[in-house]
C-alpha cells in the first residue's frame, strides 16, 4: 500500500527536478529460465529483480542487496553486463545491469513491493515486459561473454 501512495509523489518529485539516480536490474537464470517480477506500484510490467544504489553504495553492492530484498535469493557473485540511461520516469536514471545464476527456483517476494514473481522459459516470456528486459537480453547477445545456455 505504502508504495502504491508513494509512487505517484515520487514521479512528481522527479517530473519537477529530474534528478541524477542510479539503478540496478540483474538478469536471474536458472537453467534455461529467466526470473521476472511485476512490481506492486508503476506500469505492472514484467521487469527483472533491481531498484535503486543507495549512496556510496557499488552497483554490485546494490544489486546484490535488492535481488535478496525483492526476491529473497542471495547472490554469491554478479557479472556485470553494461548499463544504460533511462529517462520514462523523468529523471535522469543511470542503470547497471547484471547477471547471475542461482543453484535453486526458490524465491521469496517481499509482497510490500513485489507482487509476483516466476520463472519463465528464455524462449517463451510474457507479454508487458519493461524495456530493461529486452536491454538487458541484448547485451546477453552482444560481446559481453555472458550466454543464455
Given at each position: 500500500?505504502?508504495?502504491?501512495?508513494?509512487?505517484?509523489?515520487?514521479?512528481?518529485?522527479?517530473?519537477?527536478?529530474?534528478p541524477?539516480?542510479?539503478?540496478?536490474k540483474?538478469?536471474?537464470q536458472?537453467?534455461?529460465?529467466?526470473?521476472?517480477?511485476?512490481?506492486?506500484?508503476?506500469?505492472?510490467?514484467?521487469t527483472?529483480?533491481g531498484?535503486?544504489?543507495?549512496?556510496?553504495?557499488?552497483?554490485?553492492?546494490g544489486?546484490?542487496r535488492?535481488v535478496?530484498e525483492e526476491?529473497g535469493?542471495?547472490?554469491d557473485?554478479?557479472?556485470?553486463?553494461?548499463q544504460?540511461?533511462?529517462?520514462?520516469?523523468?529523471?535522469?536514471?543511470?542503470v547497471?545491469?547484471?547477471?547471475?545464476?542461482?543453484?535453486?527456483?526458490i524465491f521469496?517476494?517481499?509482497g510490500n513491493e513485489v507482487?509476483?514473481?516466476c520463472?519463465?522459459?528464455i524462449q517463451?516470456?510474457?507479454d508487458?515486459?519493461?524495456p530493461?528486459v529486452?536491454?538487458?537480453?541484448?547485451?546477453?547477445?552482444?560481446d559481453?561473454?555472458v550466454?543464455?545456455?
Amino acid at each position: 500500500m505504502f508504495y502504491r501512495i508513494a509512487w505517484p509523489i515520487r514521479k512528481a518529485y522527479w517530473f519537477a527536478f529530474r534528478p541524477h539516480t542510479k539503478g540496478v536490474k540483474c538478469l536471474l537464470q536458472y537453467g534455461d529460465e529467466v526470473l521476472l517480477i511485476r512490481n506492486t506500484y508503476g506500469r505492472m510490467h514484467w521487469t527483472l529483480p533491481g531498484g535503486g544504489v543507495k549512496k556510496m553504495e557499488s552497483p554490485e553492492c546494490g544489486i546484490v542487496r535488492e535481488v535478496e530484498e525483492e526476491v529473497g535469493i542471495k547472490l554469491d557473485a554478479v557479472k556485470s553486463l553494461g548499463q544504460y540511461w533511462n529517462t520514462c520516469e523523468y529523471k535522469r536514471d543511470q542503470v547497471f545491469c547484471f547477471y547471475a545464476r542461482v543453484a535453486s527456483r526458490i524465491f521469496c517476494i517481499d509482497g510490500n513491493e513485489v507482487g509476483e514473481a516466476c520463472w519463465f522459459p528464455i524462449q517463451d516470456l510474457p507479454d508487458f515486459l519493461s524495456p530493461a528486459v529486452s536491454t538487458a537480453l541484448s547485451f546477453m547477445q552482444s560481446d559481453s561473454g555472458v550466454r543464455i545456455s
